[in-house]
């Protein structure tokens, strides 16, 4: 997979997810329908809920796709998947903004990509002379140098192209297509989830600390 498909596809998942396409709202606006909820405490409540609401969303979105079909994209990738990474990109950048980061800085949306990435997320870094711990931390994140960004989102969009293969084969039991929907629903329900706590730990401010909100504009939930 090259940089230059990566790098694509990775501007494709930030512009699609963030902004909305279809019937999903964008980012912010999502975020805005937590915001202005006053049956939340604070913003880590309304973290939560989102996390579990979009959980539940990415499991109806698999097992319906997970019978199969291609969504539009850079690349040519099973529906599931596009569609999956578009709506964990888009709950990454609602939890962004209900912690008050700005969805227009490059390092909020590398951070957004380095929520997508999981586990290869600490691979896309080797080789770019940043030392990071065990842990992606919000502390580590925040310490790279702002000329890394943009090569950081080539390699993690190269790093998920190049693992798609291996989640079609855990996502599409061929032989049994209802069973393949099942699985590919549960499989996008679990790496949902631990996207938005990877999201969460990146997005949440330390004790005490305080960051400047941005002004949002509140829309009526998509469902």
Not at 5 to 29: N, Q, V
Not at 56 to 61: E, S, V
Not at 129 to 145: E, N
Request: charged share 25%; hydrophobic share 45%; net charge positive.
């Amino acid at each position: 997979m090259t940089r230059s498909e990566g790098s694509k596809f990775a501007t494709y998942l930030l512009e699609k997810g963030l902004a909305g396409m279809g019937p999903l709202s964008s980012a912010t606006d999502l975020a805005a329908e937590y915001l202005i909820d006053q049956a939340y405490e604070n913003d880590d409540q309304r973290v939560a809920a989102l996390i579990r609401w979009e959980t539940r969303k990415n499991f109806t979105t698999g097992f319906i796709t997970g019978l199969g079909g291609v969504v539009t994209l850079p690349v040519s990738i099973p529906a599931a998947l596009g569609l999956s990474w578009l709506l964990q990109a888009r709950m990454a950048g609602a939890i962004a903004r209900i912690y008050g980061h700005d969805l227009e800085s490059e390092r909020v949306r590398t951070k957004i990509l380095l929520s997508l990435a999981g586990d290869v997320a600490k691979d896309a870094m080797k080789g770019l002379g940043l030392r990071l711990d065990d842990r992606l931390t919000q502390r580590a994140v925040d310490q790279i140098p702002g000329r890394a960004l943009v090569e950081i989102n080539k390699r993690i969009g190269a790093r998920l192209l190049a693992t798609a293969g291996q989640r079609v084969v855990l996502k599409f039991p061929r032989a049994v297509p209802v069973v393949g929907g099942v699985v590919g629903g549960s499989l996008d329900a679990v790496v949902c989830r631990k996207v938005g706590r990877t999201a969460k730990s990146l997005f949440r401010p330390p004790s005490g600390s305080v960051i400047d909100a941005v002004p949002t504009i509140c829309h009526a939930r998509d469902g």
